[in-house]
């Protein structure tokens, strides 16, 4: 029944960064705060902001009623964590509110990264973060390790 009542939202990096409740909620909404790779891209996307330059990322929003519940940072950046920009691939990392997990909420975040790559495109992921939705997923063709690379 939540399933239908979540609402899925895709903002530009550059609109993120300018509003400071919805930056402050992607970093609420992130495993170990400072330290997370969704954290760390998006304090280096910040310096770039600050620096004039535009960030070509977006974070995917999991909203149930008022309250945000996961975010997907889709980015074909460098994340200041593994990733590297590479040609035709594009990286998410997601996070979930511990309380809606198991509900098909990050599913559907993927889901919703995976339409914004093209079709060449590959659209990879920090699996060891949790394998056990991450594996699934890339049996399914939805995404692949960024460490299989």
């Known amino acids: ?27 609420r909404l992130s495993h170990g705060y400072a330290s997370s790779g969704m954290n760390r891209a998006l304090t280096l996307y910040q310096s770039m902001a600050d620096r004039g330059q535009s960030v070509d990322a977006r974070g995917v929003f ?50 919703v990264a995976k339409k914004l790559t093209t079709p060449q495109e590959k659209l990879v992921v920090y699996a060891h973060s949790n394998p056990e939705f991450f594996v699934p997923l890339m049996n399914q063709e939805l995404c692949k390790s960024v460490y299989e690379d």
């Not at 609402?7 to 402050?24: A, P, S």
Request: charged residues 25%; proline residues 3%; positive net charge.
């Open 62 to 111: 999991a909203k149930y009623g008022s309250q945000y519940i996961g975010w997907l940072l889709f980015t074909r950046l460098a994340d200041d964590f593994y990733y590297t920009p590479k040609p035709n691939h594009a990286c998410a990392q997601i996070y979930v509110h511990e309380s809606y997990r198991r509900k098909g909420v990050g599913t559907r975040l993927l889901k």
């Open 1 to 27: 029944m939540m399933d239908f009542l979540v609402r899925f939202r895709v903002v530009e990096m550059d609109q993120i960064l300018k509003d400071t409740d919805l930056l402050t909620t992607c970093r």
